[in-house]
């Protein structure tokens, strides 16, 4: 455990409960800011070139998102024993995001039109901020004070909007309206974020030839993982788009939408927990890790059943103020969609949970699991189905990911923090 500096303030945690409050709060103001980005793009512009290009930048910027986070936003907050320094996860957040840049460039450099260069860097760099401002949100988490996260991304979101209307609005130019963004991102990291974060740690760059291939190592299964989840609903998605069409995908995505809500309420449930989880293990609270895993579980359940009630009840209406009465016929893909959603939402918490506990080989697996089973279902599925069958190849193939993982699971709390701990993360001095 790291030494804690005498320059370091004393700042009292809050409790669970009202760290989860903030940090859903600034998550979603956040989330909703940047949504925001996207509508007002074309309400601005004169035709949806701008907004195309957003779009792709989006995308292609999303690519290499997996890579540049790494995965490590889990294992920092989770790190209860100190094992490393805020300095060398941020020293190895700016290794991954240099490396991600440059193979993102390379890749939009044989893929994308010479114009829509620039428009990706520059939102690359935006997004890079928010990468940073992550690490050291960790931070504020492992000392329970995230409070200062929600207020961060609640700075971050409305400070971006408004700087992306007022720019695109005086100059009608996207990537200047980018680089406003990133600006105001940077005000949000320089003003706020360090000030806060450095109360308890140093805020430096530190990064070791040995502790880079430690973290390389360590979290690459978890980054497989990752990408294989990602492509749990693309695969069966692209499939619905070569038999059916891009309108049919289309409706599908539309109809969707709103069960997002349902991953994002889990998330905001599990993600405060996640460096409680491990105290009570590794400190060999079995009762009382026990009890906060029964806990979450009922949480995310009853979210997903509150979800489903609330979308049963308005979800017609709700679809049709936002997408228009063309979208009416399609209500019935709702359900299938809201089941699929909330298994998903459970394959995140145990694959997270299982990181937490140092196992990336059972989240690695569990997530393979899934890729093979969507692999498996989709053809089928969505040739007897069509839209359903997206839904329906997904919640099999996150059930047979949660099943494997909660096995794990289950064999890892059996062991005992001690075996779990050994070997996956000891300290490594560079």
Not at 87 to 95: I, M, Q, S
């Amino acid at each position: 455990m790291k030494p804690t500096s005498s320059k370091m303030r004393d700042v009292p945690p809050l409790s669970t409960k009202q760290n989860m409050l903030w940090n859903s709060a600034g998550s979603m103001t956040y989330l909703a800011c940047q949504w925001l980005v996207t509508v007002l793009v074309v309400r601005l512009s004169a035709g949806y070139d701008d907004a195309g290009l957003l779009s792709l930048a989006m995308s292609v910027v999303g690519i290499f998102g997996t890579f540049a986070n790494y995965k490590m936003g889990t294992y920092q907050i989770s790190d209860i024993r100190r094992e490393n320094d805020l300095a060398e996860y941020l020293g190895f957040r700016c290794l991954t995001l240099g490396l991600a840049f440059v193979a993102c460039m390379v890749y939009a450099y044989l893929t994308c039109a010479p114009y829509a260069l620039a428009t990706i860097a520059l939102f690359f760099v935006f997004k890079a901020v928010g990468l940073l401002i992550d690490i050291l949100h960790g931070a504020d988490q492992q000392h329970r004070r995230m409070d200062y996260i929600g207020k961060s991304f609640i700075a971050q979101g409305l400070s971006t909007l408004a700087a992306f209307v007022a720019v695109f609005w005086f100059t009608r130019n996207l990537n200047l309206a980018i680089v406003g963004m990133t600006a105001s991102a940077l005000g949000v990291l320089v003003l706020f974020d360090i000030p806060k974060a450095g109360q308890f740690e140093r805020v430096c760059l530190r990064l070791s030839r040995s502790k880079a291939l430690f973290f390389l190592k360590v979290s690459f299964p978890a980054v497989l993982a990752s990408l294989a989840a990602s492509a749990i609903f693309a695969i069966p998605k692209q499939y619905l788009a070569m038999t059916s069409g891009d309108a049919a995908l289309g409706i599908y995505a539309s109809v969707a939408a709103p069960a997002l809500v349902i991953q994002m309420g889990a998330m905001y449930l599990y993600g405060p927990l996640l460096d409680v989880f491990p105290r009570h293990f590794f400190d060999g609270d079995l009762s009382g890790f026990l009890k906060l895993l029964g806990k979450t579980i009922g949480g995310i359940v009853l979210v997903g059943i509150a979800c489903s009630i609330v979308l049963e009840l308005v979800g017609s209406w709700a679809l049709q103020l936002l997408f228009g009465s063309s979208i009416e016929p399609y209500v019935y893909l709702l359900q299938p969609i809201i089941l699929s959603t909330i298994l998903t939402a459970f394959l995140w918490f145990f694959g997270d949970l299982l990181i937490t506990l140092r196992n990336f080989k059972a989240n690695f697996i569990g997530n393979i699991v899934a890729l093979a089973s969507v692999l498996a279902v989709t053809f089928p599925f969505v040739n007897l189905w069509d839209m359903n069958g997206v839904s329906f190849a997904g919640a099999v193939a996150c059930l047979a990911g949660v099943l494997t993982l909660l096995g794990f699971l289950i064999a890892t709390v059996r062991r005992g923090p001690a075996r779990a701990h050994g070997g996956n993360g000891e300290r490594t001095d560079g």
